[in-house]
């Protein structure tokens, strides 16, 4: 056996749904009963429906030529049909990879709908739960890939710790979370089947599985965070080599654990990062300098990120991977713009370079209180003006392309109306992030 076919088996055993489902027996997740809905003259039906594990399933759409009754794990059931034509195995987008189960009365042993899609409305299943202090870690690790997240460590980066390493961070982050995005809709493999994966999360269901982002923002972000902050700061290396591997190995088992990618996704998304790293991480200086200095460095950014968005979506059909891309292109964007011009108006200046490194300042209370009073009323003002373009872009793109705005969720799925959004939204969130929160803490002398 040749090399090359020795890779192809071992990625094959890698990519199998049942060792996603055996680490999450491992971990103390099982999927509970399922059962089909009972005539309504089975006099057993009422008997089942007390059942005290049994949920009702909420099926997908049988497809043509499948059984109803259960099929062996790691059978084509719940997995996306190939796409015509569009080589590599794939599926395609915005197809469901595995069973949303009803919500219903739970036990203190149940989990169900982790997170409800808001787009799709669909739900995680129910299963059992034995090892809760597991559960509750895994959900900390899968959240520290999530939008939430993002909101939060960028800005505390940017207004409290320093802009510089949060610009840079930034920088790094839209370039693998874009390769990533469009990675995966180019390979357009499935996520795990379920059964025997028990799908814990559901809310990037829709999207294609080969490589996972959440891995690559998992291991992009703490790598950048020391090489970036290494020699500029003043701390033990061993910090650094300690909270990469934490960090890194936290999200990505978080990740199995969902039941939302296999052992090979995990492992590709590290090795793309790596390499995605080793290539453009030299280039990053490089790039945040022009994004603060060059005369025509906001036509350029905007013109740039908005021309990566339109080669990227070629979608087959509607997906959260087309809004996310847009999301991280838009955010990207408007940090740039934003660090343009606050560097021009002086409002952030980087510190010298001959005073490096920087020393940790005392912890007080008045540094204590001006950080939370900073992240406080940032916070605010970033959702405030996220609201504010939501309200504005949604109604403005139906109306400017003649769709129907009644049903908000139906409205996003359209390309016409989610893109503009979210580039818009997201831009403005970005700008308000790096300048005009900066300038209202100037203003009110907390900077």
């Known amino acids: ?45 009422d008997e089942k429906a007390e059942a005290p594990l049994a949920g009702d399933v909420r099926r997908r759409e049988q497809q043509p030529g499948t059984s109803a009754g259960p099929q062996a794990p790691g059978s084509d059931r719940n997995q996306c049909p190939a796409k015509p034509g569009g080589g590599g195995g794939g599926a395609p987008n915005g197809v469901r990879n595995g069973l949303a ?33 597991l559960y509750y870690l895994f959900c900390f690790g899968t959240e520290l890939g999530n939008e939430l997240f993002y909101i939060l460590f960028f800005p505390f980066w940017i207004w409290n710790l320093d802009p510089l390493v949060g610009r840079r961070l930034v920088v790094i982050w839209v370039l693998v979370m874009y390769l990533g995005q469009c990675t995966k809709d180019i390979i357009r493999w499935p996520r795990p089947a379920s059964p025997p994966v028990v799908k814990l999360e559901v809310f990037y269901n829709s999207e294609y599985s080969m490589p ?58 590290f090795l793309y990062t790596i390499l995605i790293l080793a290539i453009f991480y030299p280039f990053v200086d490089l790039i945040d300098n022009f994004n603060q200095t060059h005369k025509y460095a906001p036509l350029i950014i905007i013109g740039l990120h908005l021309a990566l968005g339109i080669f990227s979506f070629t979608l087959d059909t509607w997906s959260t991977s087309r809004g996310d891309t847009a999301e991280i292109l838009g955010s990207g964007a408007g940090i740039a713009c934003g660090s343009h011009v606050t560097y021009n108006l002086g409002l952030i200046l980087d510190p010298s370079l001959d005073i490096l490194p920087l020393a940790r300042p005392p912890i007080t209370v008045t540094l204590c209180g001006k950080a939370i009073l900073r992240i406080l009323i940032g916070m605010v003002f970033v959702l405030i003006v996220r609201d504010i373009m939501k309200k504005i872009t949604i109604p403005l793109a139906c109306k400017i392309f003649n769709i129907p705005c009644d049903d908000v969720r139906k409205a996003r799925q359209h390309m016409e109306v989610e893109l503009p959004y979210r580039y818009i939204t997201y831009g403005m969130v970005g700008f308000s992030i790096t300048f005009l929160i900066p300038y209202i803490f100037f203003f009110i002398g907390i900077s």
Not at 15 to 44: H, M, N, W
Request: glycine share 8%; net charge positive.
């Open 101 to 133: 189960t009803e919500l219903g009365p739970a036990s203190p042993r149940r989990v169900g709908a982790l997170r409800r899609n808001s787009l799709t409305g669909e739900e995680g299943e129910l299963a059992h739960v034995s090892n809760w202090p």
């Open 212 to 269: 996972s982002t959440h891995a690559m923002s998992g291991t992009a972000i703490p790598i950048s965070m020391v090489l970036l902050t290494y020699g500029r700061w003043q701390y033990p290396l061993i910090y650094g080599l300690i909270l990469i591997p934490c960090w890194c190995s936290l999200v990505c088992l978080s990740r199995i654990y969902m039941g939302m990618h296999s052992i090979l996704d995990i492992i590709a998304g």
């Open 1 to 45: 056996m040749s090399l090359r076919q020795r890779l192809a088996q071992l990625a094959g055993r890698l990519q199998e749904p049942q060792k996603v489902a055996r680490f999450q027996r491992l971990c103390g997740v099982e999927a509970l009963p399922r059962r089909s809905a009972a005539p309504a003259t089975d006099p057993r039906g």
